[in-house]
């Protein structure tokens, strides 16, 4: 079992940047695959980008790279989003997840392969 905080977010003009953190419970963090997912209003959660246990693995979705940046910090138990040159489009609620390395490895970017979900932080972009 693993449970997750998000915190970070906030209102930015937009061009500006925000980093989320998400803290993780548990002695077992670096068995996990960790992702950040958001959702805007009236829209569907869409996947933001994902990191392996080790580290070594990262995945960003097109819209965003170049302009985010997910790390992670095993002996911290925590999992960050750096947000560089946010856009309007970017407003959403932001969550982290965490999945087993066994069903991950196959699809990272699928929402279904992450089983333990934080309660989210609202990032604001304003213009």
């Known amino acids: 079992q693993v449970q997750l905080v998000e915190s970070g977010g906030g209102l930015v003009q937009a061009g500006g940047s925000l980093r989320l953190s998400c803290a993780a419970s548990g002695r077992t963090f670096s068995t996990y695959a960790m992702g950040w997912f958001r959702q805007a209003p009236g829209k569907e959660r869409e996947f933001v980008a994902a990191?392996?246990?080790?580290?070594?693995?990262?995945y960003h979705t097109d819209s965003v790279k170049g302009r985010f940046t997910i790390s992670r910090d095993n002996a911290r138990n925590t999992v960050y989003l750096q947000m560089n040159s946010l856009k309007l489009e970017d407003t959403a609620v932001y969550y982290c997840?965490?999945?087993?390395?066994?069903?991950?490895?196959?699809?990272?970017?699928?929402?279904?392969?992450?089983?333990?979900w934080g309660q989210g932080t609202q990032v604001t972009v304003s213009s």
């Open positions: 990191i392996s246990g080790g580290g070594g693995r990262i």
């Open positions: 997840a965490a999945a087993n390395h066994s069903t991950w490895n196959g699809a990272p970017r699928k929402i279904d392969v992450y089983a333990y």
